[in-house]
């Protein structure tokens, strides 16, 4: 069934969960919210956005190199204390990130932080292609809205899909570990360099090669 973005955003006040697991949550429980609550709780998700606003300024800075150097990435995790930073748990997530990134390639950690004029841009892109498909006028921002929840999953890390499992986004990931480790996490910055970045060169399937060097 079809989950009203006003059903979303009234489980998330409700819960503090994320937008992509509350609409799953409620897509699971038919629509249901005190269903999908119920659920959130269950998968420990709803209790890991209470801990959202705590102060997080330990963790690690963790580098990963895919293949003979030709693609780097550094990345920035926090959590709240050095004892959890120096779990083997904690060091795995940031690890799984790292790669996430070298395969995935995110431009951006969350969508928050995509610049106006870069969604200004994609929306017009959008909203072209649909009148060019012959769409009426008066439908055509409704389906901008609805293609741009694509284009956040490519560019943002928190909502692409996890290359270990593809069935959980990176937010829902973050969330499992916050709810496990019983303290807030913060992926907070990340860079990520390619060899010949820029240049004209042949395209490999990177999400393929850094699975494969990783053995999944």
Partial sequence: MAISASAVKELREKTGAGM????????????????AAELLREKGLAAAANKAGR???????????????????????????????????FREFVRDIAMQIAAASPQYVRREEVPSEALE?????????????????????????????????????????????????????LNEKIAAIGENISIRRFVRFELGEGLEKKQDNFVEEVMAQAKL
């Fill in 121 to 173: 841009k994609e929306k017009e892109i959008l909203r072209n292609q649909a009148l060019n498909e012959g769409k009426p006028a008066h439908i055509v921002d409704k389906m901008v809205e609805g293609r741009m929840s694509k284009f956040y999953e490519d560019v943002c890390l928190m909502e692409q899909a996890f290359v270990k499992d593809q069935d959980k986004t990176i937010s829902t990931l």
């Fill in 55 to 89: 102060i997080a300024t330990e963790g690690l800075v963790e580098s990963y190199i895919h293949g003979a150097g030709r693609i780097g990435v550094l990345v920035e995790v926090n959590c709240e204390t050095d004892f959890v930073a120096k779990t083997e748990q």
């Fill in 20 to 35: 992509l697991d509350c609409k799953k949550a409620l897509e699971e429980a038919g629509g249901d919210l005190t269903k």
